[in-house]
């Protein structure tokens, strides 16, 4: 009696281990799939991140600020050839253009395939 009584026990234990195994294996996968939305939820937050500040950089470029570089010696003494400039774009939606001011525009001249920026004084307005 006492050997099927230690029989019975341990299908019992082997029970209780396969049980408590398979709750075990269903905690792990739904840690893992927990950890995988966690990481899926950090991609799409830094994806969003880059993105808007890449959409903040092009528009602050194409509306608030631009880097431009002198080209030649028509500029001088103001302006030297190479001489690098930080150009607000901001005014020109406010304001027009008056005598004296140092402009720059893009410049289909040249040899070169690419459209360049160039720097100008203006001198003369329209209809003068």
Same mark, same amino acid.
């Given at each position: 009696?006492?050997?099927?009584?230690?029989?019975? &026990?341990?299908?019992?234990?082997?029970?209780?281990? &396969?049980?408590?195994?398979?709750?075990?294996?269903?905690?792990?996968?739904?840690?893992?799939?927990?950890?995988?939305?966690?990481?899926?939820?950090? *991609?799409?937050?830094?994806?969003? *991140?880059?993105?808007?500040?890449?959409?903040?950089?092009?528009?602050? &470029?194409?509306?608030?600020?631009?880097?431009?570089?002198?080209?030649?010696?028509?500029?001088?003494?103001?302006?030297?050839?190479?001489?690098?400039?930080?150009?607000?774009?901001?005014?020109? *939606?406010?304001?027009?253009? &008056?005598?004296?001011?140092?402009?720059?525009?893009?410049?289909?001249?040249?040899?070169?395939?690419?459209?360049?920026?160039?720097?100008?004084?203006?001198?003369?307005?329209?209809?003068?």
């Amino acid at each position: 009696m006492n050997s099927e009584h230690k029989e019975y &026990s341990s299908d019992l234990e082997l029970e209780m281990n &396969s049980g408590e195994q398979i709750r075990a294996d269903s905690d792990l996968a739904n840690a893992a799939g927990v950890k995988a939305k966690e990481q899926r939820k950090q *991609f799409f937050y830094w994806l969003r *991140f880059v993105l808007f500040w890449l959409i903040i950089g092009i528009l602050f &470029s194409q509306f608030v600020l631009q880097r431009n570089t002198v080209y030649g010696e028509s500029m001088v003494p103001t302006l030297y050839s190479l001489d690098e400039l930080l150009v607000e774009k901001v005014t020109r *939606f406010f304001g027009g253009i &008056s005598r004296g001011d140092i402009v720059t525009c893009r410049s289909h001249l040249g040899n070169s395939e690419q459209n360049t920026n160039i720097v100008k004084r203006v001198i003369g307005l329209p209809g003068e």
